[in-house]
């Protein structure tokens, strides 16, 4: 559709609903559109990719990834250089055997036992949070609150010192929110000097996390602590100091942007619906799974990844071929008629509810799917115990971007 250019920065500044009312048309087309790259300064661009929006589409791509790869890259658009994977290129960009040792490595942080024993760590710094946030008086709902639990537990997991949290955040915020002016300083428009600047921001932000990691590995190798670090640079398999960087980048950037932008549309949402929020209050043990997910689903907080075909291929009817990208757009797989009753209503009581906002089935599911869980549903707990009247007051401001949907800021009251 000519009026629907998902590559242009102006069409994901337009509101939520114009956006999931576009999408809405392109599910209804007969085949997914191709879409043209912008070219990209110092990185190059190919000719396009094919927007997968239904559920289908988006779900058979993700199980086959001898088909639909990650490699070169999933995390952008365009391929990524050498000069940006050494920050960047994590294990989503990875396929099989290097993804399966990446992926067999840093599960251990993610086993039953280990998450089990995070959950008196996770209730301390919900209620540090929610402390902190009384004392301060309502603002900003999204700093104050949402953005701060999800690095202070990331952080802690790896052992990053308290002092580093906030230069973390920062550079999370510069490398989710390349487009966005408020975090980059540079007017979106995409011309060749903005662009080039941006990569600038983009790559300072990625070497200051690498070289933090980097620097926390050498301490530990050899010299355990008991922490997330220490276990993956000690032991018979190992993360040289590149691979370690680079997942502690995918960990703090995919982790606590997830959980982060959960929560703020979470609190967004329950205000919005009064029925819900009294149907989650009303048993909040009972509901509290079921609202997470369905938070998850209508917010889906990651919009999209990239896949490449390694073959020739026909999925639902279209013939792709080698050497073509697909963009698995997730936000939209979440809306599809085909799938939801209702799809634009929120309803925490939906059931099934197979989303796919940590991912599509298959080896790139979110490896931290189950701690984002536990993130959101402590978070929620601690806020609506102690503050039981807290909702937002006014709009969001929404990051400005084609990958996270984020909120920067919510004003909220309690």
């Given at each position: 559709m000519a009026?629907?250019?998902?590559?242009?920065?102006?069409?994901?500044?337009?509101?939520?609903?114009?956006?999931?009312?576009?999408?809405?048309?392109?599910?209804?087309?007969?085949?997914?559109?191709?879409?043209?790259?912008?070219?990209?300064?110092?990185?190059?661009?190919?000719?396009?990719?094919?927007?997968?929006?239904?559920?289908?589409?988006?779900?058979?791509?993700?199980?086959?990834?001898?088909?639909f790869s990650s490699e070169p890259t999933a995390n952008s658009i365009v391929d990524m250089p050498r000069w940006m994977a050494v920050y960047f290129g994590s294990m989503i960009n990875m396929d099989d055997p290097r993804h399966a040792r990446l992926r067999r490595i840093v599960s251990r942080a993610f086993t039953p036992r280990i998450l089990s024993k995070m959950e008196e760590d996770l209730q301390r710094a919900a209620t540090r949070i929610v402390d902190e946030a009384i004392a301060e008086g309502p603002g900003d709902f999204v700093t104050q609150i949402a953005a701060r639990l999800p690095v202070q537990v990331i952080c802690d997991m790896m052992g990053i010192p308290p002092k580093f949290h906030d230069r973390v955040l920062r550079a999370t915020n510069i490398i989710l929110g390349n487009a966005d002016p408020e975090y980059t300083g540079i007017e979106p428009e995409f011309k060749r000097w903005n662009v080039a600047r941006g990569l600038v921001k983009l790559m300072n932000a990625g070497r200051s996390l690498n070289h933090l990691a980097a620097r926390l590995g050498r301490a530990r190798r050899g010299n355990s602590t008991g922490d997330l670090t220490s276990l993956l640079v000690n032991g018979e398999e190992s993360l040289t100091p590149q691979e370690l960087g680079s997942f502690f980048i995918l960990l703090v950037v995919a982790g606590s942007e997830t959980t982060r932008n959960a929560i703020s549309h979470g609190l967004k949402l329950l205000t919005d619906h009064p029925e819900q929020r009294e149907l989650l209050l009303s048993d909040f043990e009972g509901r509290i799974g079921g609202a997470v997910e369905e938070i998850i689903r209508y917010s889906t907080p990651v919009i999209q990844f990239r896949r490449t075909l390694t073959r020739d291929h026909t999925m639902n009817g279209m013939d792709y071929r080698k050497g073509d990208k697909v963009l698995l757009f997730y936000n939209s797989a979440n809306r599809d008629e085909a799938v939801f009753t209702d799809p634009d209503a929120f309803d925490i009581t939906r059931h099934p509810n197979p989303h796919v906002g940590f991912g599509g089935p298959g080896p790139h599911y979110c490896l931290g799917a189950h701690l984002a869980r536990r993130e959101i549903t402590v978070m929620f707990r601690e806020l609506f115990t102690r503050l039981p009247e807290i909702r937002s007051t006014g709009e969001p401001d929404y990051l400005l971007s084609n990958f996270i949907n984020g909120i920067k800021h919510l004003p909220y009251a309690t």
């Open positions: 009026d629907i250019d998902l590559s242009q920065i102006p069409f994901w500044a337009l509101p939520q609903a114009e956006r999931a009312d576009a999408f809405r048309r392109l599910r209804r087309l007969d085949r997914p559109v191709f879409v043209k790259e912008n070219k990209v300064p110092f990185v190059g661009h190919g000719p396009g990719y094919y927007a997968l929006v239904r559920h289908a589409d988006v779900s058979e791509a993700s199980r086959n990834a001898g088909i």
